[in-house]
Protein backbone atom coordinates (compact mmCIF):
# COMPACT_ATOMS: atom_id res chain seq x y z
CA UNK A 1 0.00 0.00 0.00
CA UNK A 2 2.95 2.62 0.51
CA UNK A 3 5.98 2.83 -1.66
CA UNK A 4 8.75 5.86 -1.08
CA UNK A 5 8.94 7.90 -3.99
CA UNK A 6 11.62 8.98 -6.40
CA UNK A 7 14.96 10.43 -5.06
CA UNK A 8 14.09 8.98 -1.60
CA UNK A 9 12.32 12.93 -1.19
CA UNK A 10 8.98 11.61 -0.06
CA UNK A 11 7.04 8.86 1.09
CA UNK A 12 3.08 8.25 -0.38
CA UNK A 13 0.69 5.76 -0.51
CA UNK A 14 -0.35 4.48 -3.71
CA UNK A 15 -3.94 3.09 -3.02
CA UNK A 16 -6.52 4.89 -0.83
CA UNK A 17 -7.09 3.46 2.37
CA UNK A 18 -10.53 2.23 2.70
CA UNK A 19 -13.33 3.38 4.80
CA UNK A 20 -14.08 1.36 7.47
CA UNK A 21 -17.58 2.77 7.42
CA UNK A 22 -17.62 1.72 4.49
CA UNK A 23 -16.40 -1.86 5.13
CA UNK A 24 -18.63 -1.85 7.90
CA UNK A 25 -21.75 -1.53 5.80
CA UNK A 26 -20.98 -3.58 2.98
CA UNK A 27 -19.79 -6.75 6.00
CA UNK A 28 -23.96 -5.50 7.52
CA UNK A 29 -25.18 -6.08 3.82
CA UNK A 30 -23.24 -9.95 3.48
CA UNK A 31 -24.74 -10.12 6.80
CA UNK A 32 -28.12 -9.57 5.83
CA UNK A 33 -27.86 -11.67 3.00
CA UNK A 34 -26.93 -15.13 5.15
CA UNK A 35 -29.54 -14.40 7.55
CA UNK A 36 -32.19 -14.29 4.83
CA UNK A 37 -30.71 -17.53 3.65
CA UNK A 38 -30.82 -19.29 6.48
CA UNK A 39 -34.34 -18.37 8.01
CA UNK A 40 -35.51 -19.08 4.35
CA UNK A 41 -33.90 -22.59 4.55
CA UNK A 42 -35.34 -22.84 8.17
CA UNK A 43 -38.73 -22.33 7.03
CA UNK A 44 -39.02 -24.76 4.08
CA UNK A 45 -37.95 -27.11 6.45
CA UNK A 46 -40.50 -26.41 8.87
CA UNK A 47 -43.16 -26.73 6.40
CA UNK A 48 -42.00 -29.91 4.79
CA UNK A 49 -41.90 -31.07 8.76
CA UNK A 50 -45.12 -30.38 9.31
CA UNK A 51 -46.51 -31.73 5.93
CA UNK A 52 -45.09 -35.14 7.36
CA UNK A 53 -46.85 -35.01 10.50
CA UNK A 54 -43.40 -34.25 12.37
CA UNK A 55 -43.92 -31.03 14.45
CA UNK A 56 -46.64 -32.41 17.38
CA UNK A 57 -49.28 -32.40 15.82
CA UNK A 58 -51.21 -35.70 17.03
CA UNK A 59 -51.78 -38.22 13.90
CA UNK A 60 -54.07 -41.48 14.35
CA UNK A 61 -52.35 -44.43 12.61
CA UNK A 62 -55.26 -45.11 10.56
CA UNK A 63 -54.33 -44.43 7.04
CA UNK A 64 -57.53 -42.73 6.11
CA UNK A 65 -57.28 -40.13 9.10
CA UNK A 66 -53.70 -39.85 8.43
CA UNK A 67 -54.12 -38.69 5.29
CA UNK A 68 -57.07 -36.32 5.93
CA UNK A 69 -54.69 -34.57 8.23
CA UNK A 70 -51.76 -34.54 6.13
CA UNK A 71 -53.71 -33.42 3.35
CA UNK A 72 -54.84 -30.31 5.82
CA UNK A 73 -50.92 -29.77 6.84
CA UNK A 74 -49.80 -29.34 3.45
CA UNK A 75 -52.59 -26.51 2.95
CA UNK A 76 -50.99 -25.00 6.30
CA UNK A 77 -47.82 -25.44 5.27
CA UNK A 78 -48.86 -23.14 1.62
CA UNK A 79 -50.20 -20.53 4.25
CA UNK A 80 -47.76 -20.35 6.39
CA UNK A 81 -44.93 -20.45 3.44
CA UNK A 82 -46.52 -17.68 1.81
CA UNK A 83 -46.78 -15.16 4.80
CA UNK A 84 -42.82 -16.75 5.50
CA UNK A 85 -41.78 -15.50 2.39
CA UNK A 86 -43.95 -11.94 2.43
CA UNK A 87 -42.80 -11.04 6.00
CA UNK A 88 -39.00 -12.19 5.08
CA UNK A 89 -39.00 -10.27 1.84
CA UNK A 90 -40.38 -6.90 3.93
CA UNK A 91 -37.93 -7.46 6.38
CA UNK A 92 -35.18 -8.11 4.12
CA UNK A 93 -35.90 -4.53 1.94
CA UNK A 94 -35.74 -2.77 5.02
CA UNK A 95 -32.83 -3.41 6.22
CA UNK A 96 -30.83 -3.28 2.80
CA UNK A 97 -32.99 0.14 1.71
CA UNK A 98 -31.44 1.39 5.67
CA UNK A 99 -27.94 -0.08 4.79
CA UNK A 100 -27.90 1.43 1.53
CA UNK A 101 -28.57 4.81 2.74
CA UNK A 102 -26.18 4.90 5.70
CA UNK A 103 -23.43 3.66 2.73
CA UNK A 104 -24.64 6.66 0.69
CA UNK A 105 -23.86 9.18 3.42
CA UNK A 106 -21.04 7.50 4.07
CA UNK A 107 -19.56 7.75 1.13
CA UNK A 108 -21.21 11.55 0.25
CA UNK A 109 -18.13 14.09 -0.15
CA UNK A 110 -18.06 16.03 3.19
CA UNK A 111 -15.89 19.76 3.06
CA UNK A 112 -13.73 21.17 6.13
CA UNK A 113 -12.60 19.62 9.31
CA UNK A 114 -13.75 17.15 12.19
CA UNK A 115 -14.83 20.07 14.60
CA UNK A 116 -17.64 20.81 11.61
CA UNK A 117 -19.52 24.48 12.47
CA UNK A 118 -15.86 26.39 12.50
CA UNK A 119 -14.90 25.09 9.71
CA UNK A 120 -15.48 27.45 6.06
CA UNK A 121 -16.42 24.99 3.42
CA UNK A 122 -12.53 24.34 1.34
CA UNK A 123 -12.94 23.32 -2.15
CA UNK A 124 -9.62 22.09 -4.11
CA UNK A 125 -9.15 24.19 -7.36
CA UNK A 126 -9.35 21.90 -10.66
CA UNK A 127 -5.70 23.00 -11.13
CA UNK A 128 -4.95 22.83 -7.71
CA UNK A 129 -2.33 25.12 -5.57
CA UNK A 130 1.04 25.63 -7.62
CA UNK A 131 4.33 27.62 -6.70
CA UNK A 132 3.08 31.41 -6.67
CA UNK A 133 -0.64 30.91 -6.48
CA UNK A 134 -2.67 32.74 -3.53
CA UNK A 135 -4.44 30.42 -1.27
CA UNK A 136 -8.01 30.07 -1.03
CA UNK A 137 -9.53 32.38 1.67
CA UNK A 138 -11.43 29.50 3.31
CA UNK A 139 -8.08 28.02 3.79
CA UNK A 140 -6.80 30.44 6.42
CA UNK A 141 -10.31 29.72 8.18
CA UNK A 142 -9.57 25.82 8.67
CA UNK A 143 -9.54 24.72 12.52
CA UNK A 144 -7.08 22.22 13.25
CA UNK A 145 -7.21 19.87 16.05
CA UNK A 146 -3.92 19.53 17.89
CA UNK A 147 -1.82 16.84 20.13
CA UNK A 148 2.19 17.39 21.52
CA UNK A 149 1.30 21.84 20.94
CA UNK A 150 4.03 23.01 23.91
CA UNK A 151 1.46 25.91 24.31
CA UNK A 152 -1.43 23.24 25.60
CA UNK A 153 -3.71 24.18 22.97
CA UNK A 154 -5.93 21.46 21.63
CA UNK A 155 -6.72 23.36 18.24
CA UNK A 156 -5.87 25.80 15.92
CA UNK A 157 -7.07 28.08 13.27
CA UNK A 158 -4.57 28.32 10.29
CA UNK A 159 -5.38 32.54 10.30
CA UNK A 160 -3.12 32.62 12.94
CA UNK A 161 -0.36 31.99 10.78
CA UNK A 162 -1.44 34.55 8.14
CA UNK A 163 2.13 37.15 9.01
CA UNK A 164 4.44 34.25 9.32
CA UNK A 165 6.21 32.11 6.90
CA UNK A 166 3.88 28.85 7.53
CA UNK A 167 5.24 25.43 7.33
CA UNK A 168 2.94 22.88 6.42
CA UNK A 169 4.90 19.41 7.30
CA UNK A 170 2.77 16.41 6.13
CA UNK A 171 3.75 13.17 7.30
CA UNK A 172 3.37 9.56 8.46
CA UNK A 173 5.15 7.91 11.28
CA UNK A 174 5.79 4.72 9.12
CA UNK A 175 7.91 7.50 6.39
CA UNK A 176 11.43 8.23 6.97
CA UNK A 177 12.28 10.67 5.10
CA UNK A 178 9.10 12.85 7.06
CA UNK A 179 10.61 11.79 10.22
CA UNK A 180 13.95 13.16 9.33
CA UNK A 181 11.84 16.66 7.86
CA UNK A 182 10.45 16.95 10.92
CA UNK A 183 14.00 16.55 13.20
CA UNK A 184 14.91 19.50 11.20
CA UNK A 185 12.26 21.42 11.85
CA UNK A 186 12.07 21.00 15.82
CA UNK A 187 15.72 22.75 15.11
CA UNK A 188 14.91 25.16 13.39
CA UNK A 189 11.83 26.60 14.52
CA UNK A 190 13.58 27.22 18.18
CA UNK A 191 15.55 29.56 16.13
CA UNK A 192 13.20 31.27 13.77
CA UNK A 193 10.13 31.12 16.78
CA UNK A 194 9.08 34.45 16.06
CA UNK A 195 8.68 34.35 12.58
CA UNK A 196 8.14 30.84 10.84
CA UNK A 197 5.52 28.93 12.38
CA UNK A 198 5.64 24.91 11.67
CA UNK A 199 3.00 22.80 11.98
CA UNK A 200 3.64 18.99 11.14
CA UNK A 201 0.55 17.33 9.82
CA UNK A 202 -0.41 14.35 10.50
CA UNK A 203 -2.05 11.69 7.62
CA UNK A 204 -2.63 8.70 7.07
CA UNK A 205 -2.28 6.79 10.15
CA UNK A 206 -3.54 5.76 13.45
CA UNK A 207 -3.69 9.18 15.31
CA UNK A 208 -3.56 7.71 18.78
CA UNK A 209 0.28 6.79 18.24
CA UNK A 210 1.42 10.06 17.69
CA UNK A 211 1.62 11.61 20.50
CA UNK A 212 3.73 8.85 22.04
CA UNK A 213 5.86 9.13 18.71
CA UNK A 214 6.55 12.58 18.96
CA UNK A 215 7.85 12.47 22.60
CA UNK A 216 10.11 9.57 21.71
CA UNK A 217 11.34 11.63 19.12
CA UNK A 218 11.99 14.81 21.34
CA UNK A 219 9.59 17.24 19.42
CA UNK A 220 8.31 20.35 20.31
CA UNK A 221 5.82 21.45 18.23
CA UNK A 222 2.21 21.22 17.57
CA UNK A 223 0.93 17.82 15.36
CA UNK A 224 -2.52 18.53 13.47
CA UNK A 225 -4.43 14.86 13.92
CA UNK A 226 -7.59 13.62 13.17
CA UNK A 227 -9.17 16.04 11.24
CA UNK A 228 -10.68 16.11 8.00
CA UNK A 229 -9.60 19.37 6.76
CA UNK A 230 -5.85 17.75 7.09
CA UNK A 231 -6.62 15.58 4.12
CA UNK A 232 -8.57 17.95 2.42
CA UNK A 233 -5.44 21.20 2.44
CA UNK A 234 -2.70 18.05 1.30
CA UNK A 235 -5.06 18.13 -1.51
CA UNK A 236 -4.65 21.75 -2.21
CA UNK A 237 -1.09 20.93 -3.16
CA UNK A 238 -0.69 17.01 -3.93
CA UNK A 239 -2.48 15.91 -7.09
CA UNK A 240 -2.38 12.65 -5.17
CA UNK A 241 -1.69 11.46 -1.43
CA UNK A 242 1.58 11.93 -0.85
CA UNK A 243 3.99 13.59 2.22
CA UNK A 244 6.32 16.77 2.13
CA UNK A 245 7.04 19.89 3.58
CA UNK A 246 4.95 23.28 1.83
CA UNK A 247 5.91 27.01 2.48
CA UNK A 248 3.05 29.69 2.60
CA UNK A 249 4.53 33.34 2.97
CA UNK A 250 2.51 36.43 2.01
CA UNK A 251 -0.76 34.25 1.67
CA UNK A 252 1.14 32.32 -1.45
CA UNK A 253 2.49 29.01 -2.01
CA UNK A 254 6.02 30.12 -1.65
CA UNK A 255 7.81 26.71 -2.26
CA UNK A 256 8.11 22.57 -2.22
CA UNK A 257 11.36 22.07 -1.09
CA UNK A 258 13.00 18.41 -0.57
CA UNK A 259 13.87 17.94 3.13
CA UNK A 260 17.85 17.50 2.46
CA UNK A 261 18.32 21.17 1.36
CA UNK A 262 16.32 23.10 4.24
CA UNK A 263 18.44 25.13 6.75
CA UNK A 264 19.00 28.11 8.85
CA UNK A 265 20.73 29.78 5.34
CA UNK A 266 17.41 28.51 3.10
CA UNK A 267 14.74 30.15 5.98
CA UNK A 268 16.44 33.63 6.07
CA UNK A 269 16.90 33.76 2.33
CA UNK A 270 12.46 33.27 2.53
CA UNK A 271 11.91 35.68 5.40
CA UNK A 272 14.02 38.39 3.23
CA UNK A 273 12.15 37.20 0.54
CA UNK A 274 15.29 36.20 -1.63
CA UNK A 275 15.22 33.38 -4.35
CA UNK A 276 15.66 30.64 -3.03
CA UNK A 277 17.71 28.65 -5.74
CA UNK A 278 16.82 25.24 -5.19
CA UNK A 279 15.20 22.44 -7.10
CA UNK A 280 11.66 22.02 -5.74
CA UNK A 281 10.17 18.46 -4.91
CA UNK A 282 7.26 18.62 -7.90
CA UNK A 283 6.28 15.06 -6.93
CA UNK A 284 2.84 14.33 -6.95
CA UNK A 285 2.41 18.12 -6.88
CA UNK A 286 -0.03 19.99 -9.45
CA UNK A 287 3.56 20.94 -11.49
CA UNK A 288 4.69 17.18 -11.39
CA UNK A 289 5.34 17.23 -14.84
CA UNK A 290 5.14 13.41 -15.47
CA UNK A 291 1.69 13.91 -14.27
CA UNK A 292 0.93 15.69 -17.25
Not at 13 to 41: D, E, G
Not at 110 to 125: H, I
Not at 266 to 281: F, G, H, Q, S, T
Request: aromatic share 10%; proline share 3%; charged share 25%.
Amino acid sequence: MMRFLRKGDCYALSKPIKNRYYLFLNSFQCLLLSLSTIYYQFSCNVQKSRARGTTGYGVERDSRVRGVVKERLLRIARRDGRRSAAVLSTIFCVLFSFASVMEAQAQKPRQGGATGSKNAELAVPEAGVVLGDRLPEAFWMQELLLTNDPLGREKLELSDFKDKLLILDFFNTACRPCIASIDIWNALQKEFKSDVAVLAVHLYGDNKLVSAFADKRGWELPIAVGNKADTLINQLFYAHRSFGQVWIMDGQLLAIPKHKDVNAELVRKALMRKPLDIEMNDYYTYFDKTLN
